[in-house]
């Protein structure tokens, strides 16, 4: 019995031992699929913010080089700007810039966790600030037509000290960042060498422990499976990770590229269609302007000559009314010769005495809500200035303090005279001023909007209601005249705007004589067989009678396209008038496909406004503006027949 007590006991000895072994193996089981769980979700979680701060890094090398490009665009667009002087350049010169501006806001957000960045932010924003400021006082010289002075400092900025620090800080952003990114790989690297080692670690001490676990051998051939289908899922998931990682970085770049096209090909079509527009806009303008005056001046000199009976009150209203109509004509001349840059017509003014005479004009433009006051206290001194050009600025003035009023409220002119020291108010030089106030009790401006008021192209009217152009050329026209704009403003308060033109001590200039009379003969030469082409039918009619005016017989024809059929129904023809713009066809490309049906035939072309059109598409011949009188008209048939006379007897003599 005590032997087999003893047995028994050795037994559950050995069956304790087994439980306890059994149970020993399932702990250090458990303990090793828990380190394994554990290690691999932090190797998941710190991989996840490894890659996270990979993409941050970037982010930045992405942003810097985007405000990089901006800058490099906006330079671009102020260059075309500054060639060639087209405000609508000047415009996208205005949103480049803006957009490098919100470029560097996100670069400065993205870098704002990082003391050293943002010490190079701070850089970087100075220098931005000292760059665009430099562009916008080159852009500045293009807004007011000083091309020589745009160009000259433009090429002056190109190599600037802000220049080479804006290169300068934004490479040492993006080293930096390099650097970051070489550190935070090498990181990542070490990250999944030492979880490696460490699961591979484990795995081994578990291998240790089925082949030790004899008795428990399904559990570890279990545990083995599990742990070949973690390692297959998790070199699965490492393979579609870098799939996936390289999938995102291709689609990204690819659409970046397609972007990068679109917009570019988007801001060349905008490019295209506001080119096309203002063309159309002013050409259209000054044409239709000038066929009116030309039916003014035409049917008002007819009217003359054929007005034999009616009192000296109707002869003295139509020479008023051609006085009119040749002031109407000088104006559109000046206003082709203001888009040419060419120099203003200076004279001695009195500005107490110009603003009376703009009373009326005010009033019909301001409106009955605007009350308007003037105070003259300019002691009678004179300014040397463009007289209309002065006008235009102060009208400017009202129409911004009447938007500023919202149509409502009291706009006030003050003349006065000063003395100013050297640069006491911006750059003028030591001597007499006159001043001229132009107040308002609007809702003022804020300092942010004072401070770019006279930046080209800036405003905040809405859109389609200003070109942020009328400031910024009040202040090219004042400094031109050797003066200096003061503003006075606050939310809420109003403004007062103070234009500094120095005091003119001269003798007023000899106005220039008037052109003398056409005293050339209008009749006397043969009568012509004339074909006259012009779409607008006011205009071919008082061109067709100024023709029978001057003895000829003249035939008209309102559609180029036509003109082929009217010729073949004329029994001879000695001189072909055509407008130069018309529907359908121009006047110089009808004269072409007419070719040699026109052979001996001289030829006229009539334009009110031919734009930059190259002379060579006239081929030679002459051309009248309109508007013409007759014997303006006259001269010119007969040096257009002289012309065809001269060209006939080259193409005999060879």
């Not at 051609?322 to 203003?344: D, Q, V, Y």
């Not at 500094?500 to 004589?513: F, I, K, Q, S």
């Amino acid at each position: 019995m005590s032997e087999v007590n003893n047995a028994l006991e050795r037994a559950v000895r050995a069956t304790n031992w087994r439980f306890m072994l059994l149970g020993a193996l399932a702990l250090l089981g458990i303990a090793v699929l828990a380190a394994v769980a554990v290690i691999q979700q932090r190797t998941d979680a710190e991989r996840d913010q490894a890659i996270a701060r990979q993409q941050h890094t970037f982010d930045v090398i992405m942003r810097a080089n985007q405000l990089s490009g901006a800058i490099a665009g906006a330079e671009a667009a102020l260059g075309r700007y500054v060639v060639s002087a087209d405000r609508k350049l000047g415009q996208q010169y205005g949103a480049q810039w803006d957009r490098a501006t919100e470029q560097l806001t996100r670069l400065r957000q993205l870098t704002a966790d990082s003391g050293d960045q943002r010490a190079r932010m701070i850089r970087l924003k100075r220098a931005f600030d000292a760059r665009g400021k430099e562009l916008a006082n080159t852009a500045l010289y293009s807004a007011y037509k000083r091309h020589s002075d745009a160009w000259g400092s433009y090429y002056q900025v190109r190599s600037s000290p802000a220049r080479s620090e804006l290169e300068q800080v934004l490479n040492e952003v993006v080293d930096s960042e390099r650097v970051t990114l070489h550190g935070r790989s090498k990181a990542a690297a070490d990250l999944l060498a030492n979880s490696g080692f460490a699961s591979r670690l484990l795995t081994g001490f578990g291998i240790l422990i089925v082949l030790g676990a004899v008795l428990l051998g399904w559990m570890a051939i279990e545990a083995q499976g599990e742990r070949a289908v973690a390692d297959a899922m998790a070199d699965a998931e490492r393979e579609r990770a870098a799939e996936l990682q390289e999938a995102v970085a291709e689609a990204t770049e690819q659409l970046r590229a397609e972007a990068g096209e679109r917009e570019a090909a988007q801001e060349q079509l905008r490019q295209a269609q506001k080119m096309e527009a203002v063309g159309q806009l002013t050409g259209g303008i000054a044409h239709d302007f000038n066929n009116m005056l030309a039916v003014v001046l035409g049917g008002l000199e007819l009217a003359k000559r054929h007005l034999h009976t009616g009192g000296p009150d109707a002869q003295k209203h139509i020479e008023n009314a051609m006085e009119g109509a040749n002031r109407a004509a000088a104006l559109t001349r000046r206003l082709l010769a203001f888009s040419r840059a060419e120099p203003l017509l200076p004279e001695a003014v009195e500005a107490g005495a110009l603003i009376d005479g703009m009373t009326e004009l005010l009033d019909r433009t301001l409106g009955d809500g605007i009350a308007v006051e003037t105070d003259d206290a300019g002691k009678g001194w004179r300014i040397w200035v463009d007289r209309h050009q002065l006008e235009n600025a102060l009208l400017n003035l009202a129409v911004n303090a009447r938007d500023a009023m919202e149509g409502q409220g009291t706009l006030s002119f003050v003349t006065g005279g000063i003395t100013l020291a050297e640069n006491e108010v911006g750059e003028c030089v030591a001597g007499d001023y006159v001043t001229i106030e132009v107040g308002d009790t609007g809702m003022g401006m804020t300092p942010e909007v004072l401070e770019r008021v006279f930046e080209p192209f800036f405003t905040t009217k809405p859109v389609g209601k200003g070109t942020g152009l009328g400031l910024s050329q009040i202040f090219g026209f004042v400094r031109q005249s050797g003066g200096e704009i003061g503003i006075d403003t606050a939310p809420g308060k109003g403004t007062q705007v103070v234009l500094y033109l120095p005091r003119h001590v001269g003798e007023d200039a000899v106005p220039e004589a008037a052109p003398a009379a056409e005293g050339a003969s209008e009749k006397g030469a043969r009568p012509l067989d004339i074909l006259v082409v012009e779409d607008d039918p006011r205009v071919l009619a008082a061109t067709l009678g100024a023709l029978g005016e001057l003895g000829h017989h003249a035939v008209g024809c309102d559609d180029p396209l036509a003109a082929p059929a009217a010729i073949a129904t004329l029994p001879s023809l000695d001189l072909i008038v055509s407008d130069v713009l018309m529907p359908g066809r121009t006047g110089p490309e009808m004269i072409a496909a007419l070719g040699e049906r026109i052979e001996g035939v001289a030829v006229l072309f009539v334009t009110g406004f031919a734009g930059e059109a190259d002379a060579a598409i006239f081929k030679g011949r002459t051309v009248l503006r309109k508007p013409f009188t007759i014997a303006g008209l006259a001269a010119a048939v007969a040096e257009a027949m002289a012309q065809e006379a001269r060209r006939s007897g080259w193409a005999a003599a060879e």
